[in-house]
């Protein structure tokens, strides 16, 4: 069983930058194909990025492309989401999830975190 633990979220103003990471208890995290869900207030759990065990694959929601980049180091077990031109649509809890295969659908992650916040005011 991996466990997840999420960092990084905090109160930021729109326009900058955050990275969350994601860090893993077990060595077997480099077999796992990562994503980053959020979930915002009143709003259903939705994707955001994922990257496969490797680090030479990535998938993106059209909301976040060009803005956001998951990356991954698999020798300390965590995986990142650099989050430039934040904007108050982007307020959510942030969750990381372990899975067999790279997807953008949440039943394909066994593996969740607990979420960490991030907040943008309008």
């Known amino acids: 069983q991996v466990q997840l633990v999420e960092s990084g979220g905090e109160l930021v103003q729109a326009g900058d930058s955050l990275r969350l990471s994601c860090t893993a208890s077990?060595?077997?995290?480099?077999?796992?194909?990562v994503a980053w869900f959020r979930q915002g207030p009143g709003k259903e759990r939705e994707f955001v990025a994922a990257?496969?065990?490797?680090?030479?694959?990535?998938l993106y929601a059209d909301s976040v492309k060009g803005r956001f980049t998951i990356s991954r180091d698999n020798g300390k077990k965590t995986a990142y989401l650099q989050m430039n031109s934040l904007k108050p649509e982007d307020t959510a809890v942030y969750y990381c999830?372990?899975?067999?295969?790279?997807?953008?659908?949440?039943?394909?992650?066994?593996?969740w975190g607990q979420g960490t916040q991030v907040t943008i005011p309008s």
């Open positions: 999830a372990a899975g067999g295969r790279i997807a953008a659908l949440d039943y394909e992650y066994a593996h």
């Open positions: 077990e060595r077997t995290f480099g077999g796992y194909a």
């Open positions: 990257i496969n065990w490797s680090g030479d694959s990535t």
